[in-house]
């Protein structure tokens, strides 16, 4: 039997705060008590002023995010995307937004420049060097007007995307998809994803994600993803984030689309394209060809021909004037002799 409930329910969020101010109440002290310091890259930095502290968000090593509360006057000091060591305690945090717990600044020196940017200099530094983004780019044309295509759809199993995807798959009923779930926060998984589904024997294998922070792509610039679609003999279609996400993985890739539904259109509209007859039209262009020489075979003898006949029409000429000639001579010449001696 269910029973109503009397009682007034509460927010998820509200019970955090509330349980936090009991810890915060009966272990504040003991956490005070000792002192880290945490290498943090700032990512935003509040406006308003708190009893002399300044509200600043950070992430950590491992992208964690950490609120930091600062003094005033180190806050002044601080710049957006610059890495820094902060030196505090920490203590229970007055919203779960960012964590149960929050840094509070004692001091901070500067590091150096942001960490994300740093990192993928590194990477495009090796990506390029090994020649990751060299491999040639397949053209599909052989998946063209194939009555079946096996996939394999290299995602996270929780993903909203593969729904999306099975939707355009739907308008073409010889595409055949398996799941190869991978976590897509994680590089090397990923890279093992890939590298599993290229020894499958797959027609094509794609990758995609939905959208999200710029950070969540990073590891699609991880060189580890990027070499394992290098190596890979089945062609890649890639289709991650929104249309200003890109990554090298994109850069790899056979084919890259700005989203995953696009990447799944562009294999359907590949699918569906007739086969191109080449042999009708070789054998069109040989009928052509032979025609052609027929023809200018004929001309050509047409012409030998021709110029046979003119060679006989000139040396019949040349003889009739000879002749002529010798009849002039030896008629009219003695003749004139004749003459010119009676006038003497």
Do not use: W
């Not at 009893?51 to 930091?68: C, H, K, M, R, T």
């Not at 996400?245 to 394209?273: C, I």
């Not at 003889?319 to 004749?338: C, M, N, R, S, Y």
């Amino acid at each position: 039997m269910v029973q109503s409930i009397h009682n007034k329910t509460t927010l998820l969020h509200d019970a955090y705060k509330d349980i936090m101010q009991i810890i915060k109440k009966t272990a504040a002290s003991e956490i005070r008590t000792k002192e880290f310091v945490i290498l943090a890259e700032v990512n935003k930095i509040q406006d308003k002023v708190y009893g002399g502290y300044v509200y600043i968000q950070s992430s950590a090593d491992n992208e964690s995010e950490l609120q930091l509360v600062v003094p005033e006057e180190i806050a002044s000091t601080l710049r957006v995307d610059h890495c820094y060591a902060f030196r505090g305690t920490f203590e229970v945090s007055a919203s779960p937004t960012f964590g149960f717990f929050q840094l509070r600044v004692i001091d901070a020196n500067f590091i150096g420049a942001s960490m994300k940017v740093e990192a993928k200099k590194q990477a495009a530094q090796e990506i390029i060097e090994k020649g990751y983004l060299d491999k040639y780019k397949d053209d599909f044309s052989r998946l063209r007007g194939k009555s079946s295509c096996r996939v394999a759809l290299v995602t996270s199993k929780h993903s909203q995307v593969v729904r999306d995807v099975h939707e355009v798959f739907r308008q073409h009923r010889g595409i055949q998809y398996e799941l190869v779930p991978v976590k897509l926060n994680n590089a090397s998984v990923i890279a093992e994803g890939i590298t599993s589904a290229a020894d499958r024997h797959y027609d094509v294998i794609m990758i995609v994600r939905g959208g999200g922070k710029e950070i969540d792509f990073a590891v699609f610039d991880d060189p580890r993803v990027v070499k394992a679609i290098h190596d890979s003999t089945t062609p890649i279609i890639v289709g991650i984030g929104h249309t200003d996400n890109n990554t090298f993985a994109d850069k790899a890739a056979d084919r890259s689309e700005t989203t995953p539904s696009k990447a799944a259109r562009f294999l359907v509209d590949v699918l569906d394209k007739p086969i191109h007859n080449y042999s009708k039209t070789s054998n069109q262009r040989r009928k052509y060809t032979a025609q052609t020489y027929g023809n200018a075979q004929n001309y050509s003898q047409t012409f030998r021909r021709s110029q046979a006949g003119s060679a006989v029409i000139y040396a019949t000429l040349i003889v009739a004037l000879i002749i002529l000639a010798g009849v002039f001579f030896f008629t009219f010449v003695p003749k004139l002799f004749d003459s010119i001696l009676k006038s003497i």
